[in-house]
């Protein structure tokens, strides 16, 4: 069993648990907004940002999971974006809580004839909370990091080519009396691994990887089909 075996084992598929999951991280951030902490000096070190951050990058993302017939997908990879904010919240010396909230842009392209390619573009909103181990190192900080994710569907597309484009609607169960929409479930989760390195003027750069556990793609009728968003990217971005 490979790695996206494992994760694809893994996968929850109940609503209300997804719902529960999706409204923590927005719970614990609008809670911790008012306490906005200022920068403290590390004795050994200089500054510490304890602060916001705005953060962007470029990213690589992907489908992976089965079709109706239990077969690997069989999809390339499509470049991507994501921006938004974040707070690093002390729990112990080096180590923080880091809940944010960023525009994430993902998807897949998909050969289905010769010279005829699908891309799907998925846009959400997805809030993260990591865990991160910031030690000193040269004239900064390492950054590893690890953690839950929650994503709500915003908008989508899906180009075909020579036949035009059809939007995409955020629903558990595809209508399948409408043709003019492709469809896609409203919540994704997964998990974050990240590492980088900030530099004492809060500047900072990392690479990021991602994995989804949901299974992502509405419920036809006899569709067995799952697929699950996953991607790789480098961010930068700069701590007050």
């Known amino acids: ?6 994760y694809t084992a ?13 409204g923590l991280p927005l719970v614990v951030f ?9 920068s403290a000096q590390d004795s050994t070190r200089g500054k510490i940002s304890e602060g916001f951050a705005i953060s962007g990058g470029v990213n690589l993302q992907n489908f992976y999971g089965t079709n109706s017939n239990a077969e690997r997908l069989n999809y390339d990879m499509l470049p991507g974006f994501h ?3 974040n707070i690093n ?25 010769e010279d005829q390619i699908r891309t799907t573009i998925l846009s959400y909103l997805e809030m993260p909370v990591n865990l991160l181990f910031r030690p000193c190192a040269g004239d900064g900080h390492i950054l590893l990091g690890f953690g839950p994710f929650l994503a709500l569907g915003l908008k989508g597309k899906e180009l075909n080519g020579e036949y035009g484009s059809l939007p995409v609607r955020f629903l558990n169960e595809a209508d399948i ?18 590492a980088g390195y900030e530099m004492l003027n809060g500047i900072f750069f990392q690479i990021d990887s991602q994995l989804g556990f949901l299974r992502i793609n509405s419920f036809y009728p006899e569709d067995d089909a799952a697929k699950r968003n996953i991607g790789f990217g480098l961010s ?3 701590r007050f």
């Open 177 to 194: 009396n409408d043709d003019s929409h492709r469809y896609y479930k409203p919540v994704d989760s997964g998990m974050n691994i990240f």
């Open 10 to 22: 893994l996968s929850i598929e109940d609503f209300s648990i997804k719902t529960r999951l999706f």
């Open 1 to 6: 069993m490979n790695l996206i075996d494992f």
């Open 83 to 85: 921006a938004g904010i």
């Open 236 to 238: 930068g971005g700069y």
């Open 30 to 38: 609008l809670v911790l907004l008012p306490y906005h902490p200022v």
């Open 89 to 113: 919240i002390p729990l112990v010396r080096n180590i923080f809580l880091q809940p944010g909230f960023l525009y994430f842009v993902k998807g897949a392209k998909q050969e289905i004839l």
